[in-house]
């Protein structure tokens, strides 16, 4: 897609202040009211600060005015510390004087219910109106390390907060954020860029992520999401990010029906489908976590912007048995583990007679006695393989410091000479030999899985780097067919397809069995009969499909026992008449549709089909439009790509126009996001010599369940 160019001016003034107000501070400094003013003044925030409190005219040293109008000078930013019901006559005040963007700290909006909501749609129109930024209601602000702004009340702030570093951080739940900060802080990761952004009344995750992308300072970004309520926006923002060379990673939650439910109490936001979120999120390119755990790691591990050139990778163990532990795991996340070039063992064993040296290389105990045999074992790997990522794993080897010192004069240089290359070590050891590691460029890791995991992420994340956008012209989209709003039987809705170039077989509906036959002979032989009607949406649950029709004699028989055995299964089904088509003889049965969901908008599904469809449910997504690229890797993200790759001697499916299909239906589903909730083509035959949608069923958004039309 064409590159987006979101503005982050305005959200300058918002986490780049110079001048800050709070309202409802309190001279209490452990008081919420009383938090931020402290936290501004602890961390060092060298700008002009000011407190609103009418009844006072000084709070914590810092000037007090009655109101924002009555302070000298430009405001930048406003911290809203009051009752729910007092934040819009506060944000009204910032609106008179000019104040640029405002952080609301208070609660009780969307979160707990309809006056809630109403309070907090009048934020939202505030902030449209007047121009200025707003970060919450119901956020625990934002903390700016670089700057010295600490915008918040939240207590982990003065209990448990990270150094700083080059991870920007943005979560929609502050006590989720004020949990990763705290894990941060454990485990000695840096936050340049902490922000909250709680119930979004208009600033949100997308905005966040684009101006985390023009930052400097940030390497990567990381993020809590519960939902959206802008599908493209979020897309056009992680693609900036892309763009910028910043590598995206979220932990999404309300995958389970329970969370969903959460999700929808706790921001009154909908969380969509998740599979559709994942192929979303991985569409644009961001790195998904399950858990803090994983969310944090794959941070540490891409903070340094190591891109390996590709997932070959070797696995240095001083274990056989945790080096198998790790190889499976490599695999498991799509590393390679090549066997060694017969060269590279050769060297490995002549220093290490009793070594594995296929790959993973076992070093065993041998390399105690001279350590420098584990530089060594690197210097032949990357001198005589094309490996671009090195796993190694020295147990609690990292707590003898003298042999560290020693390994570490050569490995350093090799590092300095391979910047390129990914080195990632799973060690015990001391917190300072730890930190000597990791700034030489390491990843150092205690765990071994974790260790190939984050290497696994890293080569996830050059994956990302190296695709290509696709460009989705809008023209394209304006040419293809919009359904009427009116339900549409099957061979209706097949005539847009065709309409929309996807390949349809010759058909025809009749009304009798002589035109039946006369259609069939001139569509040719063999012919499939199957029955027109809107009231029947599952042809095959009444009989109402019959193969194989060779003759004349065969097509009027198959005419009147289809008829009988409608009238048999659904009497009181209105029949329009009998569609005659041309059946594909061979080919490969697969399922394409659309669904049109509420949340992220059109997608795209593509599975091995056929009335199993649901068994298999081998089925990928992509959000609509897409261009060719998207389609290929869609296709090959099967489980069964094999099957269509001509496996076992089969004919291979002519995937390039598989794709082709793919993406016209990518430009119908966007063409008809007002129109179309979902469309199902199955099956959609796959033959070496061309695709054709065979039989299709579509559900308009204005569709009553009894309305579907098949």
């Given at each position: 897609?064409?590159?987006?160019?979101?503005?982050?001016?305005?959200?300058?003034?918002?986490?780049?202040?110079?001048?800050?107000?709070?309202?409802?501070?309190?001279?209490?400094?452990?008081?919420?009211?009383?938090?931020?003013?402290?936290?501004?003044?602890?961390?060092?925030?060298?700008?002009?600060?000011?407190?609103?409190?009418?009844?006072?005219?000084?709070?914590?040293?810092?000037?007090?005015?009655?109101?924002?109008?009555?302070?000298?000078?430009?405001?930048?930013?406003?911290?809203?510390?009051?009752?729910?019901?007092s934040v819009l006559g506060a944000l009204q005040d910032c609106v008179r004087k000019g104040v640029k963007g405002a952080v609301v700290l208070s609660s009780g909006f969307s979160e707990v219910g309809s006056k809630g909501a109403h309070m907090q749609a009048q934020i939202t129109a505030l902030a449209r109106a007047s121009g200025m930024r707003i970060l919450g209601p119901n956020c625990l602000g934002f903390v700016n390390g670089v700057r010295g702004i600490s915008v918040t009340f939240s207590p982990s702030r003065e209990l448990r907060w990270p150094q700083l570093g080059s991870i920007g951080f943005v979560t929609q739940s502050g006590a989720?954020?004020?949990?990763?900060?705290?894990?941060?802080?454990?485990?000695?990761?840096?936050?340049?860029?902490?922000?909250?952004?709680?119930?979004?009344?208009?600033?949100?995750?997308?905005?966040?992520?684009?101006?985390?992308?023009?930052?400097?300072?940030?390497?990567?970004?990381?993020?809590?999401?519960?939902?959206?309520?802008?599908?493209?926006?979020?897309?056009?923002?992680?693609?900036?990010?892309?763009?910028?060379?910043k590598q995206v990673i979220l932990l999404k939650a309300g995958t389970s029906d329970a969370g969903v439910a959460a999700v929808a109490s706790h921001t009154a936001m909908l969380a969509g489908r998740d599979e559709l979120f994942d192929a979303f999120l991985r569409q644009h390119g961001v790195i998904r976590a399950r858990s803090v755990d994983e969310l944090l790691d794959t941070a540490y591990a891409c903070a340094p912007r190591i891109r390996p050139a590709s997932p070959r990778t070797a696995i240095?163990?001083?274990?056989?048995?945790?080096?198998?532990?790790?190889?499976d795991a490599a695999i498991e996340g799509g590393l390679r583990i090549d066997p060694l070039p017969a060269e590279v063992q050769d060297k490995i064993r002549a220093m290490l007679p009793y070594a594995g040296t296929r790959n993973p290389i076992d070093t065993t105990a041998q390399m105690v006695n001279d350590i420098t045999l584990v530089s060594k074992c690197f210097e032949h790997v990357i001198a005589g393989s094309t490996t671009d990522i090195i796993v190694t794993h020295l147990s609690f080897i990292g707590y003898d410091t003298a042999l560290m010192d020693e390994l570490s004069g050569p490995l350093f240089v090799l590092r300095r000479k391979h910047p390129e290359k990914l080195f990632v070590l799973s060690m015990l050891c001391s917190e300072n030999i730890r930190r000597r590691y990791e700034a030489a460029g390491f990843l150092v890791f205690e765990d071994p899985t974790r260790a190939v995991q984050a290497a696994v992420k890293c080569n996830t994340a050059a994956a990302f780097a190296r695709e290509a956008f696709s460009r989705v012209d809008a023209a394209d989209t304006r040419a293809m067919p919009i359904m009427n709003g009116k339900p549409a039987t099957e061979f209706e809705a097949k005539q847009v397809l065709r309409a929309a170039g996807i390949p349809v077989p010759a058909e025809a509906v009749v009304d009798s069995a002589d035109a039946a036959v006369s259609e069939a002979c001139s569509i040719g032989f063999p012919v499939v009969l199957k029955v027109?009607?809107?009231?029947?949406?599952?042809?095959?649950?009444?009989g109402g499909v019959i193969l194989n029709l060779s003759t004349p004699e065969a097509v009027v028989a198959g005419f009147n026992e289809l008829h009988a055995r409608v009238h048999a299964?659904?009497?009181?089904?209105?029949?329009?008449?009998?569609?005659?088509?041309?059946?594909?003889?061979?080919?490969?049965?697969?399922?394409?549709?659309?669904?049109?969901?509420?949340?992220?908008?059109?997608?795209?599904?593509?599975?091995?089909?056929?009335?199993?469809?649901?068994?298999?449910?081998?089925?990928?997504?992509?959000?609509?439009?897409?261009?060719?690229?998207?389609?290929?890797?869609?296709?090959?993200?099967?489980?069964?790509?094999?099957?269509?790759?001509?496996?076992?001697?089969?004919?291979?499916?002519?995937?390039?126009?598989?794709?082709?299909?793919?993406?016209?239906?990518?430009?119908?589903?966007?063409?008809?996001?007002?129109?179309?909730?979902?469309?199902?083509?199955?099956?959609?035959?796959?033959?070496?010599?061309?695709?054709?949608?065979?039989?299709?069923?579509?559900?308009?958004?204005?569709?009553?369940?009894?309305?579907?039309?098949?």
């Open positions: 897609m064409p590159k987006p160019r979101p503005s982050t001016a305005a959200l300058s003034t918002v986490f780049e202040p110079n001048a800050i107000v709070v309202y409802g501070a309190s001279s209490d400094p452990n008081k919420i009211g009383g938090r931020p003013l402290r936290y501004l003044k602890e961390l060092g925030f060298n700008g002009r600060l000011y407190a609103i409190n009418p009844a006072r005219d000084s709070v914590q040293g810092v000037r007090s005015f009655p109101s924002a109008t009555a302070i000298d000078g430009e405001l930048d930013l406003a911290v809203i510390v009051v009752p729910s019901e989720f954020g004020s949990h990763s900060a705290a894990v941060c802080c454990n485990r000695g990761l840096g936050l340049g860029m902490w922000i909250t952004t709680g119930n979004e009344a208009d600033i949100d995750v997308a905005d966040c992520i684009v101006f985390l992308a023009g930052d400097s300072h940030t390497t990567v970004i990381v993020g809590y999401i519960e939902g959206c309520r802008d599908a493209p926006k979020l897309a056009a923002a992680l693609d900036h990010a892309r763009l910028n060379g240095i163990s001083t274990s056989g048995g945790v080096g198998v532990i790790m190889a027109v009607s809107r009231d029947i949406p599952h042809k095959t649950e009444v299964a659904a009497p009181h089904a209105n029949i329009e008449g009998i569609l005659v088509g041309k059946q594909i003889v061979g080919g490969i049965e697969t399922i394409a549709g659309i669904l049109n969901d509420p949340v992220l908008g059109p997608f795209v599904m593509l599975g091995l089909g056929g009335i199993f469809a649901e068994v298999f449910n081998d089925v990928v997504f992509r959000r609509a439009p897409f261009g060719i690229e998207h389609a290929s890797k869609m296709i090959r993200e099967l489980r069964s790509f094999s099957v269509l790759d001509g496996a076992r001697g089969q004919s291979r499916a002519d995937l390039a126009a598989l794709a082709d299909v793919l993406c016209r239906l990518s430009r119908l589903a966007a063409a008809n996001v007002g129109t179309i909730q979902s469309m199902d083509i199955n099956p959609l035959i796959a033959c070496p010599d061309g695709v054709f949608a065979v039989d299709a069923m579509v559900v308009l958004l204005s569709d009553s369940a009894s309305e579907k039309c098949a």
